[in-house]
């Protein structure tokens, strides 16, 4: 369970800086430092064998991998929510078997 947490952590950084173009927005947005927004990206980086990001001192943007892995990214999220908000519904709701 706490490695599925890491995962979800570490899209949710991805798309983050992604639709940010920034670490440290990103950071400021989610309450960690950029130094932990940057080593989550970077161990997701190394799980999947992809650099995501092209860095400078002055711009993020992503990588040809980064964009291929954008959508996937987002669609786990969202499907992570509707499953969350599926469960809760049905516990606020439950039927009669």
Do not use: Y
């Not at 927005?25 to 799980?47: D, N, Q, W």
């Amino acid at each position: 369970m706490k490695r599925s947490r890491l995962i979800v952590r570490q899209l949710e950084a991805f798309v983050l800086v992604a639709e940010l173009s920034s670490f440290t927005e990103t950071a400021e947005r989610i309450a960690l430092t950029t130094s932990a927004v940057s080593a989550l990206i970077g161990k997701l980086e190394l799980s999947i064998g992809a650099q995501l990001f092209e860095r400078s001192t002055r711009r993020v943007s992503l990588t040809e991998a980064g964009r291929a892995f954008l959508p996937s990214a987002r669609g786990v999220l969202h499907s992570l929510r509707d499953a969350e908000l599926a469960a809760a519904n049905l516990s606020i709701h439950p039927t009669n078997g």
